[in-house]
C-alpha cells in the first residue's frame, strides 16, 4: 500500500504531539474555536465531560454582554416590567428576561409572576385568550 503524501504546513509534528500529551487532555471552545487545556473550562456538572463547552474567557465576555443588554432593556422599561409594571423591588429581585422559545430572539424583561404566567401558557396566544374569557365569566359570576 502507498502512503499518502504529507502536506508540509510549517508544523513541527512531533513537537506539537508532544505537546498534546504533555497537556494530558484539551478541549474546543464552542465559541472561539480554539483548543485549549481543560483549566480553561468552568466546571458543569451537566455536560457529560463535567466542563462547560465555552472557555472562561468566552463566558466571561458571553457574561458582561448579556449584563449590558439587560441594563439596556432595564433603562428603556424604566425599570418596569414590562407587562404590570412592578419594580424589581417590588418582585424581590431581578427581572426575567423573557425571549421567545421558537427563535430564541429576547423580547423585553418580565418580572416573576408575568415571565411564569405566559411560559405556564406556553407562550399560545390563544390560551392566553380562552384564561381571560375564563376568568371575565367567572369573576362576573363572583360579583353577583
Known sequence: ?????ELD???????LL???NEASEIKRCD??????PLEEFYNN??????????????SRANYDRKKQHYKGLYTMQEGLCAIC????EENGKDFAVDHCHKTGKVR???????NTGIGTFADN????????AYLRKHNEKAID
Open 45 to 58: 456538572s451537566y455536560k457529560p465531560d463535567g466542563l462547560s463547552s465555552t472557555c472562561k474567557t468566552c
Open 85 to 88: 409594571e412592578m419594580t424589581t
Open 125 to 132: 396566544e390563544e390560551l392566553l385568550h380562552k384564561a381571560i
Open 18 to 20: 508532544n505537546e498534546l
Open 1 to 5: 500500500m502507498r502512503k499518502q503524501q
Open 108 to 114: 423585553a424583561l418580565l418580572c416573576n409572576n408575568c
Open 9 to 15: 504546513l510549517g508544523l513541527n509534528t512531533e513537537s
Open 31 to 36: 465559541t472561539c474555536k480554539e483548543y485549549l
